[in-house]
């Protein structure tokens, strides 16, 4: 019997994800034996409240990739607008492709079968970068992260820094340029 389409396909991603890795994440399989589980380190974005920050999810394909998207779960505890408590992603390229029953999504903002696993991660690194706050899977996060931004700096600073599944060693205040934007405050370094 033939190996399935997607099996070849997200083969060959991986390989070109290894080949030429792209800066701010590193991916690969859960278990060797398995294409459809992917394990996937992301470093957190600079100037965001996740610079220095380590966080691991777990991407799940469908059989029917690239036709439907996979699912993506933060592993490492994250606070954030677009990730649900439990770490679900919810960002609009990882949602079925089609019309949104809703009305916040365009189709063309949806998954399409042209997104690979390096566009996808993208994505999640420009969400952590630039949460969408329309549409919040998380509503007590995008309170905080909207409200509270210098606030809430030290908690993901205290998450990012001593959290024993980020990784992450050392922890301080957030870039000036971070605070007296979310501030209006003319802070200096």
Request: proline share 10%; aromatic share 10%.
């Amino acid at each position: 019997m033939s190996e399935p389409q997607s099996s070849l396909l997200l083969k060959k991603q991986l390989a070109e994800l290894n080949k030429n890795p792209v800066e701010g994440f590193s991916a690969g399989l859960i278990d060797d034996n398995d294409i459809y589980r992917w394990e996937v380190l992301i470093i957190g974005p600079p100037d965001t409240l996740y610079e220095g920050g380590f966080f691991k999810a777990h991407l799940h394909f469908p059989k029917e990739y690239p036709l439907r998207p996979p699912r993506m779960k933060f592993v490492t505890e994250i606070w954030h607008p677009n990730i649900e408590k439990n770490g679900d992603v919810c960002i609009s390229i990882l949602h079925e492709p089609g019309d949104d029953k809703w009305g916040y999504e365009k189709a063309s903002e949806r998954w399409l079968p042209v997104h690979t696993v390096e566009t996808i991660l993208i994505s999640v690194i420009s969400m952590l970068a630039d949460p969408n706050d329309e549409s919040p899977a998380n509503v007590d996060a995008a309170v905080s992260v909207f409200t509270f931004i210098p606030i809430m700096w030290f908690r993901f600073s205290f998450m990012v820094g001593c959290h024993p599944q980020a990784g992450g060693t050392q922890w301080g205040p957030p870039p000036p340029s971070l605070l007296s934007h979310a501030t209006g405050l003319d802070i200096c370094a």
